[in-house]
């Protein structure tokens, strides 16, 4: 994106410009934008990097609606991923496998099952197994 300054009589106004490739066609495609006034140099500062920021936020919910996450977000996770060390992982499983049992994993079935199959036999509805 560019900002340029375009004079109308003794008036100055502020303009954003940003081209792009389309594809079949020569010369790129060109949009511009009114900023606003041009003021003194913080202002305009200010009023661009407001239209910059509006412009990404529309950028960011167009990747997220076609892509399914932002670019920034995409990096993030890729980033997380690169982190992980598939030699460090199978150590760490390698020295929990030898040690016999999980942390956290219990030895038996889980109470919760057992119980929900002996709770439809009892109520008479056939159960995993029955017809």
Do not use: C, H
Request: aromatic residues 6%; hydrophobic residues 25%.
């Amino acid at each position: 994106m560019r900002i340029y300054l375009k004079r109308r009589g003794k008036r100055v106004y502020l303009y954003g410009q940003e081209s792009y490739r389309v594809p079949g066609r020569k010369s790129p495609k060109t949009r511009s934008w009114y900023i606003g006034p041009a003021e003194d140099a913080q202002e305009r500062e200010d009023r661009a990097l407001a239209v910059a920021e509006r412009r990404a936020s529309k950028i960011d919910e167009w990747q997220r609606k076609e892509l399914g996450e932002t670019a920034q977000e995409r990096r993030d996770r890729e980033a997380e991923e690169a982190r992980f060390n598939p030699a460090k992982f199978l150590e760490e499983t390698r020295s929990v496998s030898k040690s016999g049992s999980e942390p956290g994993r219990a030895q038996e079935k889980s109470p919760a099952l057992s119980g929900a199959s002996e709770a439809n036999d009892v109520a008479g509805e056939p159960g995993v197994g029955q017809t």
